[in-house]
């Protein structure tokens, strides 16, 4: 099943001439970009100095500007001329979001694994090469590394990312993978790619925030059955500044939870015991999502299985099931 662009954009292909020397790459490199015309350069000279050897036919660089208003496609076209790296700028003609530019993405690219990268982030000299030979002849459909935090205004670290091993139910808790990841094209394409309800669905009278659809895919790649490899390196690096989608998201929102658990129902169900479910914990997110439908728990605390012997399961779930809409009718 294949992504579908968004039907009322179009976008023109611009290739530089080194990407004639690159006729079957190993490896898409994938950069969403949109208004960071002051980081794509710096981008782009940490893939100059990408390790190709154990990448065979090498690598191309797909930059997809998502109709950019600021100087972001003539840095790109500057960059291009000068460059051996092997280019290619696709330029959409207007702005439709990060789903739908790494999907046009996806679906352009020639290589069967593809290194998602957004413009303002950087990669290190051993990012590529780890990342294939852990992909490369496995059934993993993507690989991820550790990935360093850094501050925009003084380079320091602030910690790390992605630092733990694939599980689903660590998955199933919270985001816990960036987007920084090489991924199996083939596999991304057959569960229909990135989802693009982020910023269009109303979820109890608010809209779905983008920002999660890395984390949607990862969720989906996992309820279709595929895994990931972990690559216990540092490969790669994030900025942390205002305009990051980790500073936007730090906190976790509700709405997404609600979302995510009727769109996972079936992976939630197989794991019934955890305690929290996308950041929110399990009970809380009970009432969220309607009295609970559609979850089921399997722990109780002492107070509940008393009161459960004083009035009866049946009516204690009834109780507990007007008390969760008298909940949500008073917090809509």
């Known amino acids: 099943m294949k992504p579908a662009p968004n039907i009322n954009n179009a976008w023109e292909i611009t290739d530089n001439a080194a990407l004639a020397n690159c006729p079957s790459p190993a490896v898409s490199v994938l950069i969403s970009l949109y208004n960071y015309s002051a980081y794509i350069a710096g981008c782009l000279d940490s893939l100059r100095a990408a390790k190709t050897d154990g990448l065979p036919g090498g690598f191309e660089v797909m930059v997809v500007d998502d109709g950019s208003t600021d100087n972001s496609v003539a840095a790109v076209e500057k960059y ?8 290619r700028l696709v330029k959409k003609l207007a702005n439709s979001g990060l789903a739908d530019t790494r999907n046009i993405g996806l679906l352009l690219a020639r290589a069967p694994l593809v290194f998602i990268l957004d413009a303002d982030n950087t990669i290190r000299p051993d990012c590529l090469r780890e990342h294939y030979r852990a992909l490369a002849g496995s059934d993993h459909a993507m690989a991820f590394g550790i990935i360093n935090r850094f501050d925009h205004d003084t380079g320091a670290s602030v ?3 992605s630092h733990h091993e694939w599980e689903v139910a660590r998955l199933l808790a919270g985001p816990c993978i960036d987007a920084m990841a090489m991924v199996r094209k083939d596999a991304v394409l057959h569960v229909g790619g990135y989802s693009a309800e982020c910023g269009k669905l109303i979820i109890a009278g608010k809209i779905l925030p983008q920002g999660w ?20 390196q540092i490969l790669s690096d994030y900025r942390v500044h205002r305009q990051s989608m980790l500073h936007s998201l730090m906190s976790f929102n509700d709405q997404m939870a609600i979302y995510f658990t009727k769109k996972f129902l079936p992976l939630v169900h197989q794991h019934n015991s955890l305690p929290v479910l996308f950041g929110v914990p399990r009970r809380d997110l009970a009432v969220l999502c309607a009295a609970g439908k559609g979850l089921q ?6 107070p509940m299985r008393l009161i459960q012997r004083v009035l009866g399961k049946k009516l204690t779930r009834s109780l507990c099931k007007r008390l969760a809409e008298l909940y949500c009718w008073l917090h809509p």
């Open 159 to 161: 910690g790390t990312m």
């Open 213 to 232: 659809e890395d984390y949607d895919l990862w969720l989906k790649l996992a309820q279709a059955g595929y895994s990931g490899k972990f690559v216990p």
């Open 297 to 302: 728990f399997t722990a109780q605390k002492r």
């Open 80 to 87: 291009m001329a000068a460059s051996p790296l092997p280019i």
